[in-house]
T-cell receptor
């Protein structure tokens, strides 16, 4: 089945710096890659997503890049702020058993801490 | 627009009991997925429902089951609870459930003692 590896597991930056989180996936059939932010006591919140026919997508301070050949994708956060501190998860659509309905395989998460 | 609503937020049960969790999806969303989140295993897919039909299922034992109603609201049930079932159970809704954004609720925290 699909396997998604996420690095680093923890990331500490100073306010205003950039943060980069990287993920690799194993299933070449995966074609949808969302990123989620999870704050304490809350469910994961979708922050950006990318489909396999696009190499890069940007939304204000957040960008995602996808390299289908190498099977990796990355989240870039610029001008980080303390409120960006949270756990970030990458995910990939998964077609185990022939269907990918509702099923995402998640990375293990990155704890991002932004110091004021 | 209201988000995904899960009830209850917290549950404490004893081994051997059963539990039912409820999820109300975003209005207009017909697909509901359930996930289990634990510190050791991370986020794992349980099952997905669309128009009252289970279309996809993860690798969980038969003690875990679910259903969806005609108004797209969903419930999941865990029977014969084990200590290892302690987790955050998350419900997510989407318009189609296929390569479309999943929007998660804040989950139900289940503790089995």
């Amino acid at each position: 089945g699909e396997n998604v590896e996420q690095h680093p597991s923890t990331l500490s930056v100073q306010e205003g710096d950039s943060a980069v989180i990287k993920c690799t996936y194993s299933d070449s059939a995966s074609n949808y890659f969302p990123w989620y932010k999870q704050e304490l006591g809350k469910g994961p919140q979708l922050i950006i997503d990318i489909r396999s026919n696009v190499g890069e997508k940007k939304d204000q301070r957040i960008a995602v890049t996808l390299n289908k050949t190498a099977k990796h994708f990355s989240l870039h956060i610029t001008e980080t702020q303390p409120e960006d501190s949270a756990v970030y998860f990458c995910a990939a659509s998964t077609r185990d058993g022939g269907t990918s309905y509702g099923k995402l395989t998640f990375g293990q998460g990155t704890i991002l801490t932004v110091h004021p | 627009k209201a988000g995904v609503t899960q009830t209850p937020r917290y549950l404490i049960k004893t081994r051997g009991q059963q539990v039912t969790l409820s999820c109300s999806p975003i209005s207009g969303h017909r697909s509901v997925s359930w996930y289990q989140q634990t510190p050791g295993q991370g986020l794992q897919f349980l099952f997905e429902y669309f128009s009252e039909t289970q279309r996809n299922k993860g690798n969980f034992p038969g003690r875990f089951s679910g259903r969806q109603f005609s108004n797209s609201r969903s419930e999941m049930n865990v029977s014969t609870l084990e200590l290892g079932d302690s987790a955050l159970y998350l419900c997510a809704s989407s318009r189609t459930g296929l390569n479309s954004p999943l929007h998660f609720g804040n989950g139900t925290r289940l503790t089995v003692t």
